[in-house]
């Protein structure tokens, strides 16, 4: 079988293990493949993505914090990106095209349903309003959430945030809060989402007060220990938390899928490998 260049682009990217997850499921579906880190500048994103794909690239990922930037590179989006306004999956099309699409919001609904984490009718706070909390919500509002409380650091992005979902139909009147601290929250949470970079750094996020006995907590990003905000919600007695290896996988999943074509890879053994291994 010919040779597939794939990629990810972003920065940091040095720690990132899509070029694993990828390279296990040309294995197992007997493909090959070639995925590379490509570290990018915000000054040279676009000239690099451009080269990548001059160079016969079929497709390539885009991590923080290029999101919203790929989104307005492509020549045409899929509707689920232009809901989030945020690309994590660029694919070449035969008629030449980019075409940007986004899998976030799909890999986390997946792990959460896998993992009995559920959506419908609770009580949800989502930490973050950038790239990958804009992949997430679309498809967190449509399962019907009792309230989500929207928090963000800078609340005027979140705020804007809200504007952009309301003016497409998917946030009702009430049922988008925007917050620029959970301390406010006055009901109890049943579900806590972290989708601002601050594992990255190892900072502390302000928990709401009041959680449920049976609340639940997702961090975005993947470590090899659990996360501060892990930790945090751990020592507040919260019984079921995650982080978001098993996001990452079904999202590349989803990804290797568009690139290729055929079957969606298996993300079960993929998982328990990365998570021997680290
Ligand atoms: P962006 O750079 O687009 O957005 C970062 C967000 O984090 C902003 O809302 C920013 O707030 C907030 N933030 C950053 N530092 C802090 C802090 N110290 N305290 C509070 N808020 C903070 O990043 P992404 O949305 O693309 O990624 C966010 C995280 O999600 C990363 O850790 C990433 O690794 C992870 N991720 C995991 C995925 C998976 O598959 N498991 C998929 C996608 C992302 P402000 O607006 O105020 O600057």
Not at 34 to 43: E, F, H, I, P, V
Not at 75 to 101: C, F, M, P
Request: charged share 20%.
């Amino acid at each position: 079988k010919p040779l597939t260049q794939l990629g990810v682009f972003g920065n940091p990217i040095e720690h990132s293990l899509s070029p694993r997850i990828h390279s296990l499921f040309a294995q197992a579906q007997q493909e090959h493949v070639n995925y590379q880190r490509y570290l990018a500048t915000s000054g040279r994103f676009s000239r690099s993505v451009a080269q990548f794909f001059c160079h016969g690239g079929r497709g390539a990922n885009v991590t923080l914090p290029f999101k919203q930037d790929a989104a307005r590179l492509v020549t045409q989006l899929t509707e689920r990106a232009q809901l989030a306004g945020a690309v994590n999956t660029l694919i070449s099309s035969k008629s030449g095209q980019l075409v940007g699409d986004n899998t976030d919001g799909e890999g986390l609904a997946i792990d959460l349903e896998n993992k009995g984490f559920k959506v419908s009718g609770r009580s949800l706070t989502i930490f973050g309003a950038g790239g990958s909390a804009r992949g997430i919500l679309p498809l967190l509002l449509a399962q019907q959430p009792k309230h989500l409380y929207l928090i963000n650091r800078t609340v005027e992005k979140a705020e804007a945030l809200k504007s952009e979902l309301k003016a497409l139909g998917l946030a009702e009147a009430n049922l988008v809060q925007v917050l620029s601290s959970a301390s406010a929250i006055e009901e109890p949470v049943e579900l806590l989402i972290n989708a601002t970079s601050s594992s990255l750094t190892g900072q502390c996020l302000t928990l709401p007060p009041i959680l449920a006995d049976d609340a639940c907590g997702y961090d975005l990003m993947y470590a090899a220990k659990p996360t501060v905000f892990m930790h945090q919600l751990t020592q507040v007695g919260c019984k079921k938390v995650s982080d978001g290896l098993g996001m990452l996988v079904e999202q590349a999943a989803s990804s290797y899928q568009l690139w290729m074509g055929g079957e969606r890879p298996d993300t079960t053994s993929v998982m328990s490998e990365l998570r021997k291994s680290s």
